[in-house]
């Protein structure tokens, strides 16, 4: 019963440590300014790690490295933590779980920003945030939009990606389990 309300905080605290940082590096990545609330968001909570990274691991190629090694520190962190409270495994084994969470953080990362922008194109297009929203994941749909035609001016693109994005995500869960 502790490990399993322990281990909730820690991957909870983690999730949501890797989704700003994810977030980061995304918003740098693609190059999309952040309404200034988001920015001040995300900026106050990962520059704690963000910045000392920056020393060892600078931004190549217009990407913010440091902020992708901090995701990957944090899965490591995070898994380290869960294995301890379980028992031992090899370090081999920690190393291929923290990569398969970063994974899962990805595509559910990806889901939601697709899953918000549709909300968004419902019920109010014109708010605030729709255009931040919609340019973070026009990378992702824009391969599927050269595809897959409008069927009566209905973009199904969002759904496509969706059901993609939950293809990818089984798999890396089947792989957590075999190896959990």
Known sequence: MLYSILSLIVNTVAGVLAGILLLRFWMQAVRVRPPNTVAQFTFQLTDWLVRPLRRIVPGVGGYDWASLVGVVLVAILSVTIDVWMTGS????????????????????????????????????????????????????????RRIIPLIGSIDLTPLVALVLLQIALRLVDMLILQLA
């Open 89 to 144: 495994i090899s370090l081999q084994a920690i190393l291929l779980l923290s990569m398969l969470h970063l994974m899962q953080w990805i595509f559910y990362g990806l889901m939601g920003l697709i899953l918000i922008g549709v909300v968004f194109s419902w019920i109010n297009p014109y708010a605030p945030m729709a255009p931040f929203i919609q340019a973070l994941s026009d990378p992702m749909l824009r391969p599927l």
